[in-house]
């Protein structure tokens, strides 16, 4: 089985990778069923890393990473550069999982320590990752969503982003599944999720224009997220005809109001929690049946200074604590809602 798993910064992508490789070396197949030949059978299971670290935010990134595969019986293997790619090292039965496609790339195309750009990176790095699919049995790519950007970037950030959206594009063609991780929740693109992942939390993604797979809301809280401008209040005012004194918008006020039916910009709460070093409220304190609105700043290039990068990283593992929380997610796609999870119906 081949697997693509893409998705915006801290929304569970390693996490859901080291289940999934889990429950593959333990028999299951692209269907999710287990067969007569390979239940309870335990393949060899690697995780192929391929962070470099630069600073002390790599250096600690690498150890909160080696911390949470600790107890998953993964064997670690430093792969920070195609070269050092050794396709005997691994057979038909193993699974491997390679965290990033990212980081890999990054590797190639501006390698240390002169940082210049190496043209033929991407084309090395398709061949690469092709030759290592070729090489095992369930290989698990995991890449991040870094092209959803209003922002003009330098020549070289937009190779790289142009590089690893066509990295993804060629391994999507030859995965037989290919998942994006949103708020913690898997939205299938391509093939069957396995059906040991067919738990409550994750869900097949579906357009729901009018909303119809919805019930009347009865102490039911939704969470809604989507990308700046693609209709998240629109969308609630007109489902739940929220008056103006129902709504609490965070750019507005001063930290949030865990009374208010609905909740706009909580991403700008976050912020300020990240600028305040103070720790965000729980998912549980909101209203039971309180509408959520958060901007996806989870997508994109990874920022450049400091605070901006913590609070997307804060953000994202906010969300996939509030997705739990939530009964129903909704993302909204140029106005489209999309429902990702709901608990009126587990879609696969």
Avoid at 62 to 90: K, M, N, Y
Avoid at 207 to 224: A, C, F, K, S, Y
Wanted: contains cysteine; charged residues 25%.
């Amino acid at each position: 089985m081949r697997v693509l798993i893409t998705g915006g910064c801290k929304n569970g992508k390693s996490w859901f990778a080291r289940d999934l490789a889990a429950v593959l070396a333990e028999g299951g197949h692209a269907a999710g069923a287990f067969s007569a030949q390979t239940a309870g059978v335990k393949k060899k299971r690697y995780y192929l890393a391929t962070m470099i670290p630069h600073d002390e935010e790599d250096e600690e990134r690498i150890a909160r990473h080696r911390r949470e595969r600790a107890s998953q019986s993964f064997e670690t293997v430093e792969w920070g550069l195609c070269r050092d790619f050794d396709p005997e090292r691994f057979s038909g039965e193993d699974t491997v999982l390679l965290d990033s496609v990212t980081a890999l790339l990054g590797n190639e195309m501006f390698p240390a320590p002169a940082w210049d750009y190496d043209p033929s990176a991407v084309a090395r790095t398709v061949d690469t990752l092709k030759r290592l699919a070729a090489s095992a049995g369930d290989v698990i790519f995991v890449s991040d969503g870094i092209t959803s950007d209003a922002e003009d970037f330098d020549p070289m950030t937009e190779r790289y982003q142009r590089g690893l959206s066509y990295c993804e594009r060629q391994l999507a063609a030859s995965c037989g599944l290919v998942l994006e991780i949103c708020a913690g929740n898997a939205i299938v693109h391509k093939g069957n999720l396995p059906a040991a992942l067919r738990r409550e939390g994750f869900y097949t993604a579906v357009n729901d224009p009018d909303g119809t797979n919805q019930e009347r809301r009865t102490q039911i809280m939704e969470l809604v997220i989507g990308g700046a401008s693609q209709g998240k209040t629109d969308y609630v005012k007109h489902k739940y005809d929220f008056a103006d004194n129902d709504i609490f918008d965070c750019r507005i006020g001063e930290g949030v109001d865990l009374n208010a039916p609905c909740i706009l910009h909580l991403e700008a709460y976050l912020r300020g929690c990240v600028r305040n070093r103070i720790r965000p409220v729980e998912p549980s304190d909101f209203l039971p049946d309180a509408v959520i609105v958060c901007d996806d700043i989870f997508c994109g290039m990874v920022p450049t200074a400091p605070e901006d990068r913590e609070w997307r990283e804060s953000c994202g593992r906010y969300l996939v604590r509030l997705s739990q929380r939530a009964d129903t997610v909704t993302r909204l796609f140029c106005g489209i809602p999309q429902t990702i999870k709901s608990v009126f119906t587990n879609h696969h």
